[in-house]
């Protein structure tokens, strides 16, 4: 018990001396005193130089990606919106800001900011490719080869690019796409593409190909084997050479909705309905 109280005291003693009563602690405290203070300082003189004016941002260049030009894209418009709303300059500027605020600029899909010394941005940007209408030429939205829909004019377009008619529910864009890349290879055989495809709000669909013809498919949710529709297009194609003998090229319209067989509308306006009827219950295999 002695020993102890008698280190207690020790102790208590050493924490109640002055500090100057012991050299090396005050060598020890001035070191780190003067470590902190250029620090400091180090970190006042950054701050200092960082607010300069010659770093500002004062210039960006904007660029396409590899392998594209911008087509739609203004660089002067786009250069000088960005100039007057970004935030901060070349060491405070958030890229990730800057990149969002392109990307939200109509024909812009992906971009990358990047921080060029001493006070430029360069900005590398994907634009939109387009590749269809979305609801319409008059509804100011296209939608592009991955299947995602942006804002866009139909007269922004050159004539030397064809668009093709797509309608769909709100966020069907991707699918729309995979249903049109199906349609587009079933009917190769027949020397015919896609110019238009529909999605319903009850996922019922239907095409247009390059030979007029219009295509009913129904639903895809009508069963659980995912093949019914390959197979009734398979069924179209075996039959189809009987069909043109009969009816020549007067056909306008095929539905294949129809779990045995599929029917035709014929465009003469001058065969009475019922020889339609009768050719069309001909045709049901």
């Not at 102790?11 to 470590?35: C, E, G, T, V």
């Not at 769909?168 to 055989?189: Q, R």
Request: proline share 4%; charged share 25%.
């Amino acid at each position: 018990m002695s020993n102890f109280m008698d280190r207690f005291g020790e102790i208590f003693a050493m924490l109640m001396s002055p500090l100057w009563n012991h050299p090396d602690r005050m060598q020890k405290l001035s070191r780190f005193l003067m470590r902190c203070f250029v620090v400091m300082m180090a970190i006042g003189i950054l701050v200092w130089l960082s607010q300069r004016p010659v770093f500002a941002l004062k210039q960006i260049q904007v660029e396409p990606v590899a392998g594209q030009t911008l087509k739609h894209i203004k660089k002067s418009i786009v250069r000088q919106q960005v100039l007057e709303t970004v935030q901060g300059n070349f060491f405070s500027v958030r890229l990730e800001d800057v990149k969002r605020g392109f990307e939200s600029m109509p024909w812009v899909r992906h971009s990358n900011v990047r921080r060029v010394w001493p006070n430029g941005l360069i900005v590398s940007i994907e634009e939109q490719k387009p590749f269809g209408t979305w609801g319409g030429a008059d509804s100011h939205q296209l939608i592009n080869d991955h299947g995602e829909i942006f804002a866009g004019r139909v007269s922004e377009i050159g004539d030397d690019v064809r668009l093709i008619d797509f309608h769909g529910p709100k966020d069907a864009g991707k699918e729309v796409m995979s249903l049109y890349e199906k349609a587009n290879n079933w009917f190769k055989p027949w020397g015919s593409e896609v110019t238009s495809l529909a999605l319903t709000e009850r996922y019922a669909w239907h095409i247009k190909l390059s030979n007029g013809m219009r295509v009913e498919f129904g639903r895809d949710e009508e069963s659980s084997d995912k093949t019914l529709i390959e197979e009734r297009v398979a069924r179209l194609f075996k039959y189809w050479p009987q069909v043109q003998e009969k009816l020549a090229n007067r056909i306008d319209a095929v539905d294949l909705r129809y779990a045995n067989g599929f029917a035709v509308h014929l465009a003469s306006a001058s065969l009475k309905k019922s020889d339609v009827d009768s050719k069309k219950s001909d045709l049901k295999q």
